[in-house]
């Protein structure tokens, strides 16, 4: 444990009872432990080590996390609050202090978790009690938010309560249960599995030791736990399995359950734990007499407890609500469900406040700018390419990127963050050989940088950067760093110290590669490139993740969201971070950082309806975002897949334009004709209003006319397949015979141009610049902003005093769009945006939104529209694109 380290552990356990402490009790107990440290140990502190920790530790009770959402079952009954006083709560309470102090949580998140813990532990069952039950949950948290430590906090909590046999299963891949395994070691048992010795919470008290067969460098096999020649009945402290998700593995482990306990299991309680729970363990059958094998081995595994308790992770749940069939009795009492659906509660994390998430760096109001577009990949390092191709050099972005990683390093460095880790991540190909011929190159590159540094650094600047590599560094520094707050030849003098650790690694099933973050290892932190595919796509934390190299195209939501390791904490070096991504990919994101901001907003909506999981699960297949997420499995099989959503009080919006010549021209004349139309009918009432040019009293049936013509891209989520839309226009004439439509235009200019739609209309679309849009060879999408038009858009049509209520009930706070669109006065509203993009010499590409009235957040939606998903649609909409995670790892 380095200096700062030590002086933050004392001082923290401290300030543990404090909840707000005040600047000037932060300081006395600071300086008052560095005195101790310098009296007893010997240990003496710089001025500037001082102000670092104490940054640190005033940053830690600033972050607060709320509790989230929670769905529970109709049947749950309250326990814990009534054995709480009986329970001792031993692996807790150092856990606790291990968050406070080694692991540095911030207090009042710290307390968060104890509630939350608290209300999971709560919705299972009490270990204690007789006969036989069964519980299923689900907990939803976010990418590289702090599951792990969640679900450590509950194992520590069961175990407390009484639970006999905990059993976590840990992904696909060795490396990530190996790393799970130490995480439990550390924050659990408080004993490492490798090197046979306390670690961890141990510190606070090493007097009881939970049994385990399982180890950081092995998985469970039934020879190893035989050579203990115990049973489950012999042993008093609770039993722990780490596993790999695998079919053997979790086949093994239940016949030598079998074999061992025969008759003595019915009367254990059972824990299982399965983190990444919508990976692998979704039966993706349709029959259910023939399950997938690991959802068959889960349900074994849960069958030969009389009590059993099942708690599913995972930050992508779209597969664990999205499971067929589809009806509720099917829900609530089919076999399908009966075993691993969540029936008993649903719970929503909301992260910490220093959570780094897509909010910050996709959305557009995020405070993050460190997206960098790669440009310049297809002539070297293609996005699509095969297993023999063999990348001869790095595209000139990669060695930048490099670059960026060892001076973000240096910073650190400067900044007083010793004794850290520091991690590059480069996940370009998926195919292991690829990744190990990446990994050679950039090996190349890192010794060339520690030659040039070792050789030059230690020279004036003048003289240093005559050398090439120095030159290209500083070049670095200057485009990204020059603001981070220290001068080139503070950087310089620190470039030795960054670069000379570093390591290149692989992190794949051929690789013997580890990555490998324990402290035991490496005590100083370690600084790692890790190049991977899969390896580094779900699961795997990467520790102290300062620079991103991300060239994929997967566009399954929650295979891209799992793919984003840069998601997680950043405290104190979040404004060095860099990921380098294409430009589609960035839209990608976007629009996946907004559709899942939107879900979240349904999940914090239904739970004040009190919904229960079943409700829960048919409310959110009704979502719009359902149609990308759940057709994966299905879709291979050639079948049609119907997929019924609710657009109730929903905006729906193309998110990609086509950008050929010939498309933009035919969309542009579609549009002159439908507003031609409207100018010459005499029931429509026309204005020109600050935010464009709008109509009233359109039929809804010509907004379907102009919608089933408009020529979509299949990048357009969900406008290129048009049905539903209709459906929903027809569903809604019987309400509201007539809406508007809103030609969006800039606020009236003197000199604004004519617009080439209708009779003499004058006005000027928004203008997307090359930083705003991204143009690919058939398509623009749009970068950082998924939607293309603006809040304001949804008020045109409504009511001035409506408007005018909603600011006034909504005063000082960001109006969300839905409000304009819950209003009573509200009707169906089509907004045509012309835009100006960069790159396309058309004057204008021409893109819609459709406004619904109504609430998005009916415990049960009354009107629903179909999707009709089947493979020529897949083909059409997304090419030969596949899932990665459903391919064979080659």
């Given at each position: 444990m380095n200096k700062a380290s030590m002086l933050i552990d004392r001082v923290m356990l401290d300030l543990q009872k404090h909840a707000s402490p005040d600047e000037e009790a932060i300081v006395k107990y600071t300086k008052a432990n560095a005195l101790h440290l310098q009296i007893v140990d010997g240990i003496e502190y710089t001025e500037a080590e001082l102000e670092e920790v104490l940054r640190h530790i005033k940053s830690q009770f600033v972050y607060r996390?709320?509790?989230?959402?929670?769905?529970?079952?109709?049947?749950?009954?309250?326990?814990?609050?009534?054995?709480?006083?009986?329970?001792?709560?031993?692996?807790?309470?150092?856990?606790?202090?291990?968050?406070?102090?080694?692991?540095?949580?911030?207090?009042?998140?710290?307390?968060?978790?104890?509630?939350i813990t608290d209300k999971i532990l709560d919705r299972l069952e009490d270990p204690a009690k007789e006969g036989g039950w069964a519980r299923r949950g689900l907990v939803v948290g976010h990418v590289q938010s702090g599951k792990t430590a969640n679900y450590a906090g509950v194992v520590c909590k069961a175990a407390d309560a009484g639970y006999q046999v905990i059993i976590v299963l840990a992904g696909l891949l060795n490396s990530l249960r190996n790393q799970t395994q130490e995480r439990l070691d550390t924050d659990f048992m408080g004993y490492c599995t490798r090197l046979k010795d306390h670690v961890g919470a141990s510190r606070f008290d090493k007097s009881r030791t939970p049994i385990y067969f399982t180890t950081s460098v092995e998985d469970f096999k039934k020879q190893t736990a035989n050579s203990f020649g115990m049973k489950l009945d012999a042993v008093n402290e609770p039993v722990l399995f780490v596993l790999k998700k695998n079919k053997s593995t979790l086949e093994n482990l239940h016949k030598w359950l079998l074999e061992h306990n025969r008759h003595n299991l019915r009367d254990k309680s059972m824990l299982l734990i399965d983190d990444e729970a919508d990976h692998a363990s979704i039966n993706t059958n349709k029959d259910d007499k023939s399950p997938t094998a690991i959802n068959r081995a889960i349900r074994d595994l849960l069958s030969i407890f009389d009590k059993s308790s099942f708690v599913g992770y995972t930050a992508t749940p779209f597969a664990n609500i999205f499971i067929d069939p589809d009806s509720e009795d099917e829900m609530k009492n089919g076999d399908l469900y009966k075993d691993l659906f969540p029936r008993d509660f649903i719970l929503s994390l909301d992260p910490p406040d220093n959570y780094v998430g897509p909010h910050r760096i996709f959305r557009s109001e995020g405070d993050l700018d460190c997206i960098r577009e790669i440009d310049d990949n297809e002539d070297v390092l293609h996005i699509k390419h095969k297993?023999?191709?063999?990348?001869?050099?790095?595209?000139?972005?990669?060695?930048?990127?490099?670059?960026?990683?060892?001076?973000?390093?240096?910073?650190?460095?400067?900044?007083?963050?010793?004794?850290?880790?520091?991690?590059?991540?480069?996940?370009?190909?998926?195919?292991?050989?690829?990744?190990?011929?990446?990994?050679?190159?950039?090996?190349?590159?890192?010794?060339?940088?520690?030659?040039?540094?070792?050789?030059?650094?230690?020279?004036?600047?003048?003289?240093?950067?005559?050398?090439?590599?120095?030159?290209?560094?500083?070049?670095?520094?200057?485009?990204?760093?020059?603001?981070?707050?220290?001068?080139?030849?503070?950087?310089?003098?620190?470039?030795?110290?960054?670069?000379?650790?570093?390591?290149?690694?692989?992190?794949?099933?051929?690789?013997?590669?580890?990555?490998?973050?324990?402290?035991?290892?490496?005590?100083?932190?370690?600084?790692?490139?890790?190049?991977?595919?899969?390896?580094?796509?779900?699961?795997?934390?990467?520790?102290?993740?300062?620079?991103?190299?991300?060239?994929?195209?997967?566009?399954?939501?929650?295979?891209?969201?799992?793919?984003?390791?840069?998601?997680?904490?950043?405290?104190?070096?979040?404004?060095?971070?860099?990921?380098?991504?294409?430009?589609?990919?960035?839209?990608?994101?976007?629009?996946?950082?907004?559709?899942?901001?939107?879900?979240?907003?349904?999940?914090?909506?239904?739970?004040?309806?009190?919904?229960?999981?079943?409700?829960?699960?048919?409310?959110?297949?009704?979502?719009?975002?359902?149609?990308?997420?759940?057709?994966?499995?299905?879709?291979?099989?050639?079948?049609?897949?119907?997929?019924?959503?609710?657009?109730?009080?929903?905006?729906?919006?193309?998110?990609?334009?086509?950008?050929?010549?010939?498309?933009?021209?035919?969309?542009?004349?579609?549009?002159?004709?439908?507003?031609?139309?409207?100018?010459?009918?005499?029931?429509i009432t026309y204005e020109r209003t600050p935010i464009g040019h709008l109509w009233s009293g359109v039929n809804l049936d010509q907004l379907a006319s102009y919608i089933e013509n408009f020529n979509n891209h299949p990048e357009s989520f969900y406008t290129f397949y048009p049905k539903p839309l209709i459906e929903q226009l027809n569903s809604l004439q019987s309400e509201y015979p007539h809406g508007y439509v809103l030609l969006r235009t800039l606020a009236p200019k003197p000199d604004d141009g004519k617009l080439p739609f209708g009779n003499g209309l004058t006005g000027t679309g928004a203008y997307r610049s090359e930083k705003m849009a991204q143009l690919e060879k058939t398509f623009v999408s749009f970068k950082k902003k998924a939607r293309m038009g603006e809040s304001i858009d949804e008020t045109a049509g409504l009511p001035a005093e409506e408007i005018e209520a909603i600011k006034n009930a909504n005063k000082g706070k960001t109006i969300n769009p839905r409000l304009y669109r819950e209003a009573p006065g509200k009707k169906p509203l089509l907004i045509i945006h012309p835009l100006r993009v960069e790159g396309i010499e058309k004057d204008f590409v021409v893109g819609y939104g459709l406004s619904f009235p109504g609430s998005a957040d009916s415990r049960r939606p009354q009107k629903l529209v179909e999707y009709i998903v089947n493979i020529p649609y897949w083909k059409n909409a997304y090419g030969d694109t596949l899932d990665e995670e459903e391919e064979n790892s080659l």
């Open positions: 996390m709320e509790i989230g959402a929670l769905f529970e079952s109709e049947d749950y009954k309250p326990w814990l609050e009534q054995r709480q006083g009986d329970i001792e709560w031993y692996y807790w309470e150092r856990y606790r202090k291990h968050l406070l102090t080694t692991k540095s949580f911030p207090p009042k998140v710290v307390r968060s978790l104890d509630e297993i023999d191709f063999t990348p001869e050099i790095l595209p000139d972005s990669l060695h930048r990127a490099i670059e960026c990683f060892f001076i973000a390093k240096a910073v650190r460095l400067l900044r007083g963050q010793h004794g850290k880790h520091h991690s590059m991540m480069v996940n370009a190909s998926r195919f292991t050989r690829v990744q190990d011929e990446l990994k050679g190159l950039i090996l190349e590159r890192v010794k060339a940088l520690r030659s040039a540094i070792g050789n030059y650094a230690s020279l004036p600047t003048e003289e240093a950067i005559r050398n090439e590599e120095i030159r290209h560094l500083h070049q670095t520094w200057e485009l990204e760093f020059e603001d981070s707050g220290f001068s080139w030849e503070d950087i310089q003098g620190a470039l030795k110290d960054s670069i000379d650790p570093a390591r290149v690694i692989s992190v794949n099933s051929a690789s013997q590669d580890v990555l490998d973050y324990s402290s035991t290892d490496y005590p100083d932190g370690r600084t790692v490139i890790a190049v991977g595919g899969l390896g580094l796509s779900r699961g795997l934390t990467l520790e102290g993740l300062l620079v991103s190299y991300f060239l994929r195209n997967s566009v399954m939501y929650d295979t891209l969201m799992q793919m984003g390791r840069w998601f997680g904490y950043r405290d104190g070096y979040a404004d060095l971070c860099r990921i380098f991504m294409t430009g589609q990919a960035e839209s990608w994101y976007s629009h996946i950082a907004e559709a899942t901001e939107e879900l979240r907003e349904d999940f914090r909506a239904m739970e004040k309806l009190k919904l229960t999981p079943v409700d829960f699960g048919l409310r959110v297949r009704s979502h719009p975002t359902a149609l990308i997420v759940t057709a994966r499995n299905k879709m291979r099989k050639g079948i049609q897949v119907p997929h019924k959503i609710s657009l109730d009080g929903r905006l729906i919006e193309t998110t990609a334009l086509a950008s050929n010549e010939e498309i933009i021209e035919e969309n542009i004349k579609l549009t002159d004709s439908f507003i031609t139309s409207m100018q010459g009918d005499g029931d």
